[in-house]
């Protein structure tokens, strides 16, 4: 497994975390502030993807090895699934077009991060038609990064 460090740190440091806070707290609420202020602690180039946040998970962009990636942390088990159930249900050719997850457990996924950059009419076409072709909708702009010098799907849902 690539990234195991990273995996070991969200299962046996922010996965207590989050559950001591929510228990002083007394909510169910995530605690997204404050993993943002311990991701920064650890991870100082860190930033809190606000334009990525969505109603069920959260992005932040973590550096690791001369890479950019984007830890997203769901709030629920279920929410992380549903996206690794989205990629695990995608043809062998995915990575061409969907930029990679490289593991998820509980409420974290490691996912490949690249530049966001104005998507030119032809390839938001070339996503679109692939992702009718193998069942994902939701392909627009805004989920569309330009990894590894090549345009890719870092979002999207099953029909």
Same mark, same amino acid.
């Given at each position: 497994?690539?990234? /195991? $460090? =990273?995996?070991?740190?969200?299962?046996?440091? %922010?996965?207590? @975390?989050? +559950?001591? #806070?929510?228990?002083? /707290? $007394? =909510?169910?609420?995530?605690?997204?502030?404050? %993993?943002?202020? @311990?991701? +920064?602690? #650890?991870?100082?180039?860190? $930033?809190?993807?606000?334009?990525?946040?969505?109603?069920?998970?959260?992005?932040?962009?973590?550096?690791?090895?001369?890479?950019?990636?984007?830890?997203?942390?769901?709030?629920?088990?279920?929410?992380?699934?549903?996206?690794?159930?989205?990629?695990?249900?995608?043809?062998?050719?995915?990575?061409?077009?969907?930029?990679?997850?490289?593991?998820?457990?509980?409420?974290?996924?490691?996912?490949?991060?690249?530049?966001?950059?104005?998507?030119?009419?032809?390839?938001?076409?070339?996503?679109?038609?692939?992702?009718?072709?193998?069942?994902?909708?939701?392909?627009?702009?805004?989920?569309?990064?330009?990894?590894?010098?090549?345009?890719?799907?870092?979002?999207?849902?099953?029909?």
């Amino acid at each position: 497994m690539r990234y /195991k $460090k =990273t995996q070991d740190f969200c299962i046996e440091v %922010l996965k207590p @975390i989050i +559950k001591h #806070l929510k228990k002083i /707290k $007394k =909510t169910n609420r995530m605690p997204w502030k404050e %993993l943002e202020a @311990i991701l +920064k602690i #650890l991870y100082p180039d860190t $930033k809190y993807e606000e334009r990525a946040k969505g109603h069920y998970k959260n992005v932040f962009i973590i550096h690791n090895e001369n890479k950019w990636f984007a830890l997203k942390i769901g709030r629920s088990v279920q929410h992380i699934k549903k996206d690794t159930k989205t990629y695990n249900g995608l043809p062998k050719s995915k990575n061409r077009y969907y930029a990679k997850i490289y593991w998820t457990k509980d409420l974290f996924m490691l996912q490949k991060w690249g530049e966001k950059v104005e998507v030119p009419n032809s390839e938001l076409k070339r996503l679109k038609v692939w992702g009718a072709r193998v069942g994902l909708k939701d392909i627009r702009p805004a989920n569309i990064m330009k990894v590894d010098n090549r345009f890719k799907i870092v979002d999207a849902e099953r029909v």
